[in-house]
């Protein structure tokens, strides 16, 4: 029997999403000996994936000298203006978050905490730089403190971070280029609820971090906990219908007893489990949903390893789930719509339909069961047209020379009389008219 999902392509649930991105920091780049050539190869797979979106750390101490003095051709600005690079040429949305100033290891001279207006004064400074001097139009976001309930641990303190910088970045009239964003928290959605309830003047987006793990994603918690946080936004923000709502860290994680060397993100399965959680995300609306993170590179370290390939002392070798991963990225891109359907998530299969705004479609199956599946999709008024099928699932997933997935085939499709496609256990599908 097969499981019938009926789509109405009138009915969205994200009007323009942003596309799925990854966290993509420099901080580690110069110690870890990254070479011009290795550059180039990271280049290569974010052009393959078509990596519409990353959100890249920034700290005030790469810059910031004290006694108002900035060196902006430090070793860290440098690395950080070689990935900005690439996103500009790209064409790429940036959410910049400056990590804050709070512990020790972010601490910055002149400046006693987060609240201090110093702080505020250091972010315009550098900000002005980054758009006004290097010329970068690809940062759109800005994000004040890095998961704020831990970093700080102090909402009145945090507040008034927020409102030292919104009030520093208007007086270089910087605030009309960027869309101010937090909170950024992590397992604490009273920050969320804080956020929006007392800065929603500052505020031009929200963002929120969650690492799931299995029963968050096999029960859909993912997808109710988005859209809790998005409704908050409606409901309480007087504006919060035009505010972009964004998942800002997405990653997987077992407990230690489970996997104690932290290699889960090694596996098959954690692929698997990262297109659940990108099916959740752009359900709830989300406007983006942004892994945790591009490569091993950015943040070496024992449990830290958590990219898409290893670092260049190990040989930068894909993982599995960067297949996984690269396939949403570039199947479904910034732009499209995420539309709605009358049986999307279930408790064996996970379903997504997105259409491009030039007329091009996707659709994302995966099967979450230990049984072969078979699914129908049906778009009302939807075209016949020839689609690729790409499938994730195996080691032996067809794939090139370079470890990028290859369609296994391509098949016409009517949209309108409704599409059958066959799951294997614990895999995905994903049929595609995208270019």
């Avoid at 900000?127 to 006004?132: E, I, Q, R, S």
């Avoid at 479609?361 to 599946?373: A, G, Q």
């Avoid at 369609?407 to 059958?420: E, F, K, Q």
Wanted: charged share 25%.
């Amino acid at each position: 029997m097969s499981h019938l999902v009926q789509i109405d392509q009138n009915n969205f649930l994200s009007k323009e999403f942003l596309g799925y991105g990854a966290e993509w920091d420099s901080c580690n780049y110069p110690r870890s000996g990254v070479t011009d050539e290795n550059f180039a190869l990271i280049r290569k797979r974010i052009e393959w994936m078509r990596m519409p979106v990353a959100r890249i750390m920034m700290i005030c101490h790469w810059c910031y000298r004290g006694n108002d003095k900035y060196d902006f051709e430090s070793e860290q600005m440098l690395a950080l203006y070689r990935h900005l690079d690439v996103c500009e040429e790209r064409g790429m949305t940036v959410l910049l978050a400056d990590w804050g100033c709070e512990p020790a290891w972010l601490k910055c001279p002149d400046v006693k905490d987060i609240s201090d207006p110093k702080y505020g004064d250091i972010i315009a400074v550098y900000m002005k730089h980054l758009l006004d001097v290097k010329g970068y139009t690809c940062i759109k976001y800005f994000i004040m403190c890095n998961e704020p309930n831990y970093e700080v641990g102090n909402m009145d303190r945090w507040r008034n971070g927020v409102l030292n910088v919104h009030a520093a970045l208007k007086r270089h009239g910087i605030t009309d280029r960027l869309l101010f964003t937090g909170s950024d928290q992590v397992d604490a959605p009273d920050w969320h609820r804080m956020a929006v309830d007392q800065l929603s003047g500052q505020l031009l987006a929200y963002d929120i971090h969650l690492y799931a793990d299995d029963w968050v994603l096999t029960d859909n918690w993912c997808h109710g906990y988005f859209k809790q946080c998005w409704d908050y936004v409606r409901e309480k923000d007087p504006n919060g219908g035009g505010k972009p709502c964004i998942v800002a860290e997405a990653g997987l994680e077992l407990n230690d007893k489970t996997d104690p060397d932290k290699t889960y993100n090694t596996t098959i399965a954690y692929g698997l489990g990262m297109i659940d959680y990108a099916i959740q995300g752009a359900v709830s609306g989300a406007a983006t949903i942004i892994a945790w993170m591009l490569d091993d590179n950015s943040h070496p370290g024992p449990g830290r390893t958590w990219g898409m390939w290893t670092d260049r002392n190990n040989g930068m070798k894909l993982k599995h789930w960067f297949r996984a991963w690269a396939l949403m990225t570039r199947y479904v891109p910034a732009g499209c719509r995420i539309l709605a359907g009358d049986k999307l998530l279930s408790t064996d299969i996970q379903t997504l339909v997105a259409k491009t705004p030039d007329g091009a479609w996707t659709i994302c199956i995966l099967n979450r069961s230990s049984e072969i599946k078979s699914v129908t999709v049906k778009v009302a008024g939807g075209p016949s047209i020839a689609m690729a099928r790409y499938v994730y699932g195996t080691e032996t997933d067809k794939q090139d020379a370079d470890g990028f997935p290859v369609a296994v085939d391509s098949r016409h499709c009517n949209l309108d009389a409704g599409v059958a496609v066959t799951c294997d256990p614990r895999s995905a599908v994903i049929l595609t008219s995208v270019l």
